[in-house]
């Protein structure tokens, strides 16, 4: 498989699914009656962050997967993508704030742990991987002040 040919199929896969996950479950009347703290942003904002945030996914888990598929990073990648896609349904479609506040932090655990184990090898990807924590950091913190609120 070509290279170009590699990288659309990560970022491709990568979006497809997780914009799959975010179609399903859309926030709905039960996440609009929540109280919600006063730097909760727009519901449209969502959307096109997460684009964003899973094409960068998809390319850095492309460039480790060109380096060292069965390495550390690699199963990082995967565990915080697994993490990333579970969150969702968990606060949206089964309401449990504090499960999903749990997944969230293990979610950004594991996305510092990549950024680690990526710094000196690959740089490039431990970089796609900084806007991605900083967005969960403040998922995280909007998903903890929802649950203290409820």
Same mark, same amino acid.
């Given at each position: ?50 684009? !964003?945030?899973?094409? /960068?996914?998809?390319? =850095?888990? &492309? @460039?480790?997967?060109? $380096? +060292? *598929? ?38 950004? !655990?594991?996305?510092? /742990?990549?950024?680690? =184990?990526? &710094? @000196?090898?690959?740089? $490039? +990807? *431990? ?24």
């Amino acid at each position: 498989m070509s290279d170009r040919v590699a990288l659309a199929v990560f970022v491709i896969a990568v979006a497809a699914i997780g914009l799959a996950i975010g179609f399903a479950t859309l926030p709905g009347p039960w996440y609009e009656s929540l109280a919600k703290p006063a730097f909760n942003p727009p519901n449209w904002v969502f959307g096109p962050v997460w684009t !964003l945030i899973y094409i /960068l996914i998809g390319i =850095a888990g &492309w @460039r480790v997967w060109r $380096v +060292a *598929a069965a390495g550390r990073a690699m199963r990082l990648w995967v565990i915080a993508l697994v993490l990333n896609y579970l969150w969702s349904p968990v606060f949206f479609a089964l309401h449990q704030i504090g499960l999903a506040l749990a997944v969230i932090l293990a979610l950004l !655990l594991a996305i510092v /742990l990549f950024i680690a =184990a990526t &710094w @000196r090898r690959e740089p $490039v +990807a *431990a970089w796609l991987f900084v806007p991605y924590a900083a967005w969960v950091a403040f998922a995280t913190l909007l998903n903890a002040a929802i649950w203290r609120l409820s």
